[in-house]
């Protein structure tokens, strides 16, 4: 058998890691942890990981493999890797970006229909049979031509903002630059943004750099019509400051598909009425999964034949 190239690293499904293993020689381990445990012949002549998940990836378990060249990862936000300690010892970092956009920023718009209209709630209205012996459901809230605000206008926040801007929405947003959006309203910080606005979607990278970035303030500033939608990474709002917010209506509502403690999210979250809650599943079509599986493949191979990588991060 020929010597380990790869080491695969997290939660892929069966027929990822099939994939992979039928792509290159190949080890698997759940977690980066586990990468210290594999015997010494396996870790010497690994040259790449294929990464998922978030579980931490320090300069512990780079450590543990002393040919490692590249951490490819699967997924847009490669938070989970700490990429300075990554460069530091001349690993190559990659991402699936691009790819999936259109499921992230559906969801995001889904989960702001779903609040605004009370989907959920009427939803269990029809499944209890409450429908026929009590009647309607009580009216909710109107969507198009509100005041959208996104937070951080990137390539998924853009896609979110086209959207939104098709639901005939008035578009602010905030990044630490302003981009070329004739017709849409830049603030520069946002506290501004949020008070300009009915809607504030998050659409950030994760990470130290953007921890709370959504703060106490700029939910308060959102005003009790206010809704928060977040599809970025549970760090980068103020969740403690949200929860507050969401139990004392001083925001209307939210629509979350990250968290800090993902799985094991807050308490506080399951016993409110005004939010809906998703599993993390923003890029979680069979589509867009596959597309990220091929293209997590692609910086491999790139990789492993000396040829540019598709889709580098550092
Ligand atoms: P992107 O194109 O890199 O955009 C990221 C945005 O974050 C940009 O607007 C950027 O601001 C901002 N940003 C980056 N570093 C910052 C900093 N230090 N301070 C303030 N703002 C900063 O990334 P993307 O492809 O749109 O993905 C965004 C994130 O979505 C990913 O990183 C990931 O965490 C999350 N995501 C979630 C799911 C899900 O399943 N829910 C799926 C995919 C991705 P500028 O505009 O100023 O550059």
Same mark, same amino acid.
């Given at each position: 058998m020929s010597e380990t190239q790869l080491v695969i690293v997290g939660a892929f499904t069966d027929e990822e890691r099939a994939r992979l293993e039928g792509a290159f020689p190949a080890v698997y381990v759940s977690? %980066?942890?586990?990468? /210290?445990?594999?015997d010494e012949a396996t870790r010497a002549s690994v040259k790449a990981v294929a990464f998922k998940g978030h579980k931490p990836f320090g300069g512990g378990a780079m450590d543990?493999? %002393? @040919?490692?060249g590249l951490i490819a990862n699967y997924g847009v936000g490669y938070d989970a890797i700490d990429v300075a300690a990554a460069s530091a010892r001349d690993i190559r970092v990659t991402n699936t970006p691009d790819v999936l956009n259109d499921d992230v920023a559906d969801l995001a718009v889904a989960m702001l229909i779903a609040q605004c209209r009370t989907m959920m709630k009427g939803e269990a209205h029809v499944r209890s049979g409450a429908w026929a012996r009590d009647g309607e459901i009580p009216l909710n809230r109107k969507v198009s031509g509100s005041t959208a605000g996104i937070v951080g206008l990137g390539r998924i926040g853009r896609e979110i903002a086209n959207r939104l801007a098709a639901f005939k929405m008035e578009i602010h947003y905030h990044s630490r630059s302003e981009k070329d959006t004739p017709g849409w309203t830049y603030h520069d910080d946002v506290v501004s943004l949020a008070e300009a606005v009915d809607f504030l979607v998050v659409a950030l990278v994760g990470g %130290?750099? =953007?921890? @709370?970035? /959504?703060t106490r303030e700029a939910i308060d500033a959102l005003g009790p019509r206010g809704v928060v939608i977040n599809i970025?990474?549970?760090? =980068? /709002?103020d969740e403690s400051a949200l929860l507050d917010a969401l139990e004392a209506g001083r925001i209307a509502g939210a629509g979350l598909d990250v968290f800090l403690n993902e799985p094991n999210?807050? %308490?506080?979250?399951? /016993?409110?009425?005004n939010v809906v809650l998703q599993p993390?599943? @923003?890029?979680?079509s069979v589509e867009t999964r596959r597309a990220m599986a091929e293209l997590q493949l692609s910086n491999v191979q790139a990789f492993l034949d000396g040829q540019e990588l598709l889709t580098p991060v550092n």
């Amino acid at each position: 058998m020929s010597e380990t190239q790869l080491v695969i690293v997290g939660a892929f499904t069966d027929e990822e890691r099939a994939r992979l293993e039928g792509a290159f020689p190949a080890v698997y381990v759940s977690g %980066p942890d586990e990468i /210290v445990a594999l015997d010494e012949a396996t870790r010497a002549s690994v040259k790449a990981v294929a990464f998922k998940g978030h579980k931490p990836f320090g300069g512990g378990a780079m450590d543990a493999l %002393p @040919g490692l060249g590249l951490i490819a990862n699967y997924g847009v936000g490669y938070d989970a890797i700490d990429v300075a300690a990554a460069s530091a010892r001349d690993i190559r970092v990659t991402n699936t970006p691009d790819v999936l956009n259109d499921d992230v920023a559906d969801l995001a718009v889904a989960m702001l229909i779903a609040q605004c209209r009370t989907m959920m709630k009427g939803e269990a209205h029809v499944r209890s049979g409450a429908w026929a012996r009590d009647g309607e459901i009580p009216l909710n809230r109107k969507v198009s031509g509100s005041t959208a605000g996104i937070v951080g206008l990137g390539r998924i926040g853009r896609e979110i903002a086209n959207r939104l801007a098709a639901f005939k929405m008035e578009i602010h947003y905030h990044s630490r630059s302003e981009k070329d959006t004739p017709g849409w309203t830049y603030h520069d910080d946002v506290v501004s943004l949020a008070e300009a606005v009915d809607f504030l979607v998050v659409a950030l990278v994760g990470g %130290p750099e =953007t921890q @709370g970035y /959504v703060t106490r303030e700029a939910i308060d500033a959102l005003g009790p019509r206010g809704v928060v939608i977040n599809i970025s990474r549970g760090t =980068t /709002v103020d969740e403690s400051a949200l929860l507050d917010a969401l139990e004392a209506g001083r925001i209307a509502g939210a629509g979350l598909d990250v968290f800090l403690n993902e799985p094991n999210i807050d %308490p506080r979250f399951l /016993v409110l009425d005004n939010v809906v809650l998703q599993p993390h599943q @923003g890029s979680g079509s069979v589509e867009t999964r596959r597309a990220m599986a091929e293209l997590q493949l692609s910086n491999v191979q790139a990789f492993l034949d000396g040829q540019e990588l598709l889709t580098p991060v550092n």
